[in-house]
């Protein structure tokens, strides 16, 4: 490790602030609206799910939102994380690019999803809540936030989609080691899941369905608010200090990223990485491609509409302007569960109508194959979420090698595969499925679109 890795390692350099892009885009975000009225929400619409500076945080313009002692404090646990040049995996590659990654893998629960769980349940204690509610895919979002509510005395509840609480039981043990409750979703708990065991019984699940079965609790107990692990402005903010500790360690190495790349689901890893360059690059200090890299099993971005549409599966949420692929689609239950989501961050969302990054989609076995040559290279199992964002890193890096151009590559490995392991055997043995998602099943998705909400109608390939 050379000492500008060092001196960018000590706890100094964790960032004071977040960052919210919207202070700096040419044309705001749509707001959401309430689902009954078809007016924008207001605080009073969201104060039964959440805090109060978190609706501040979600609704606000404050181009820097100072990040409070209590919160740096837990973050010092893991933060500032390392960001790594993949020499062995360029060597095996045989590129001449500079391949550079933000390892995220360190925090308590093995993912980025710590550094917006570790404030979303700070300020909800500091406002007297007793328990939070939550959704989790892949189980890195639900570990984070039963770690994040030990540190401040809450209690945590979680419905698990149903395909990866099968997939991984061992992340479910994690999040009970730290306390919370957990629950396969759908589940016989909530009237959201037993609708939806009453029309499928073997029903894989889905984030919509989670999140439906979380908010539903949470709406029905005063002393209960909900917790969402992307998607919202609010999570996309903490996670920017991701890209912010990124550019003052790419500085120290001397070092102008050329190329961005990061896996999207609901997006909150994907931005926390890419806002901070996104911010330098409108003010002409920079000028990356930026490509945001999804499954082809769930291509939001890619092949869904630009509509409003509910957040959950139910339509217990408001309506977010973002690309979906219907808050009735069900996702193929492929290995990447924190990509299984129907619809893209409305913010995010919008930087792409803007078209301030591009996005491309990939087969879960490219992603594994892109993976395993990884850890074989650098030694760390990387989640199959992050692995999305490796495969188009390395084709990159072999177009490189074949126009012998040396550009410097940023991607973010935002967890580690430790708990999939179950899926590397699959891969290695053979057995790992690609999805082929057909056009039909799409479009019979998007005919379930409130489309009243939204005078253009949806939009899309």
């Known amino acids: 490790m050379n000492e500008a890795t060092r001196v960018l390692l000590d706890e100094s350099c964790i960032p004071r602030n977040w960052y919210n892009i919207v202070a700096d885009l040419p044309l705001p975000p749509p707001p959401p609206l309430h689902p009954g009225t078809l007016r924008p929400v207001g605080p009073d619409d969201l104060a039964p799910l959440f805090p109060m500076e978190l609706i501040a945080q979600e609704t606000g313009a404050d181009r820097f939102v100072p990040i409070p002692a209590g919160v740096r404090d837990v973050y010092r646990l893991w933060r500032p994380t390392p960001l790594v040049r993949a020499r062995r995996l360029e060597r095996a590659l045989g590129t001449p690019a500079r391949i550079y990654y933000k390892y995220e893998g360190g925090s308590p629960s093995g993912s980025h999803k710590s550094n917006t769980a570790v404030p979303q349940a700070y300020y909800n204690a500091r406002e007297g809540v007793r328990r939070l509610t939550t959704e989790t895919g892949a189980g890195q979002w639900g570990s984070a936030l039963a770690f994040a509510c030990a540190q401040y005395g809450l ?57 439906s079965e979380a908010v539903e609790v949470a709406g029905a107990a005063p002393d209960t608010r909900y917790a969402l692990g992307s998607v919202l402005n609010h999570v996309l903010l903490h996670q920017t200090v991701i890209g912010e500790e990124a550019l003052e360690q790419l500085a120290a190495f001397g070092e102008t990223p050329d190329v961005i790349v990061g896996c999207t689901g609901g997006g909150s890893n994907f931005a926390g990485l890419t806002f901070p360059f996104l911010r330098e690059k409108l003010a002409g200090r920079i000028d990356p491609v930026i490509r945001a890299v999804e499954p082809e099993a769930c291509p939001s971005l890619t092949r869904g509409a630009y509509a409003y549409d509910f957040g959950d599966t139910a339509g217990l949420t408001p309506l977010l302007k973002m690309h979906t692929l219907g808050h009735d689609f ?3 239950p492929i290995h990447a569960g924190g990509l299984r989501y129907h619809g893209m961050s409305p913010l995010l969302s919008h930087l792409y109508e803007l078209g ?12 594994f194959e892109a993976a395993v040559r990884f850890a074989r290279a650098e030694g760390i ?65 998007l005919t379930g679109l409130p489309g009243a909400a939204d005078p253009s109608g949806p939009s899309g390939p």
């Open 155 to 211: 209690e945590c509840e979680v419905w698990m989609v149903r395909a990866s609480y099968d997939q991984k039981p061992h992340r479910a043990s994690l999040m009970r080691v730290y306390g919370a409750t957990v629950h396969a979703s759908p589940s016989q708990m909530t009237g959201a899941g037993r609708r939806i065991l009453a029309e499928d019984p073997g029903s894989p699940g889905s984030l919509g369905i989670a999140i």
């Open 330 to 332: 069900v996702p193929d």
């Open 356 to 367: 301030m990054f591009e996005a491309v989609a990939k087969r879960q076995s490219e992603c």
């Open 381 to 445: 199992l990387p989640a199959p979420e992050p692995a999305h964002a490796l495969a188009e890193t390395v084709a990159e890096a072999l177009r490189c090698k074949e126009s012998g151009e040396p550009k410097v590559l940023l991607t973010a490995l935002c967890g580690h595969g430790h708990f999939d392991l179950n899926a590397y055997d699959r891969h290695l043995s053979g057995l790992l499925e690609d999805f082929a998602l057909p056009r039909e099943r799409i479009d019979a998705a």
